[in-house]
T-cell receptor
Framework: DTEVTQTPKHLVMGMTNKKSLKCEQH?????MYWYKQKAKKPPELMFVYSYEKLSINESVPSRFSPECPNSSLLNLHLHALQPEDSALYLC??????????????FGPGTRLLVL | GDSVTQMEGPVTLSEEAFLTINCTYT??????LFWYVQYPGEGLQLLLKATKADDKGSNKGFEATYRKETTSFHLEKGSVQVSDSAVYFC???????????????FGQGTILTVHP
């Protein structure tokens, strides 16, 4: 089973709202990732968690706050977003962090619209 | 830094035509190379990968060979189907020991449309 699940599938929020995106995998993977993808563009890395610790933050604004409560779960907390943050947010996981041969498995994404 | 360059699309083909999508890369060390496919409204799925020079990745009739001498990883399929219509991303993952910690560097993506 190589499934990464993400909820919700779609989210509409106002600029003053607080919401969270959830990602789950049960493959025993120890690296988890958040990506942002704008239309007709490749995914852009936001955060990397290795063994439940944040290892990479790609200079993401503080209105995005990641959290890894356990090895299977990854959250992305959203607060005071801007309309330009509207995008597809993808979660991914891989078996081991920092090993370039490892495949990253992606979830189906959460499509976010900020009004 | 590392980079991936894909041929610009969109690519439009008739069913059963031969497909090539070119991908070249710039990297220090020995990266692993990947092709991902994204169907409309979905996340990315791994199509194939190769982790060292001269390796050939293959899946669902698609093939790509890791060519270190030409720094290329071109995707090919002998006979495309309408169901292959999607966006294809070439990507590399840097050599272990770098500071990127498994970061994938993507090409810009190539939109493929296959007509019946």
């Amino acid at each position: 089973d190589t499934e990464v699940t993400q909820t919700p599938k779609h989210l509409v929020m106002g600029m003053t709202n607080k919401k969270s995106l959830k990602c789950e995998q049960h493959m025993g993977h120890r690296a988890m990732y958040w990506y942002k993808q704008k239309a007709k563009k490749p995914p852009e890395l936001m955060f990397v968690y290795s063994y439940e610790k944040l290892s990479i933050n790609e200079s993401v604004p503080s209105r995005f706050s990641p959290e890894c409560p356990n090895s299977s779960l990854l959250n992305l907390h959203l607060h005071a977003l801007q309309p330009e943050d509207s995008a597809l947010y993808l979660c991914a996981s891989s078996r081991l962090p920092g090993v370039n041969q490892e495949t990253q498995y992606f979830g189906p994404g959460t499509r976010l619209l900020v009004l | 830094g590392d980079s991936v360059t894909q041929m610009e699309g969109p690519v439009t083909l008739s069913e059963e035509a031969f497909l090539t999508i070119n991908c070249t890369y710039t990297a220090t060390g020995y990266p692993s190379l990947f092709w991902y496919v994204q169907y409309p409204g979905e996340g990315l799925q791994l199509l194939l990968k190769a982790t060292k020079a001269d390796d050939k990745g293959s899946n669902k009739g698609f093939e790509a060979t890791y060519r270190k001498e030409t720094t290329s990883f071109h995707l090919e399929k002998g006979s495309v189907q309408v169901s292959d219509s999607a966006v294809y991303f070439c990507a590399l993952s840097e050599d272990a020991g770098g500071t990127s910690y498994g970061k994938l560097t993507f090409g810009q993506g190539t939109i493929l449309t296959v007509h019946p």
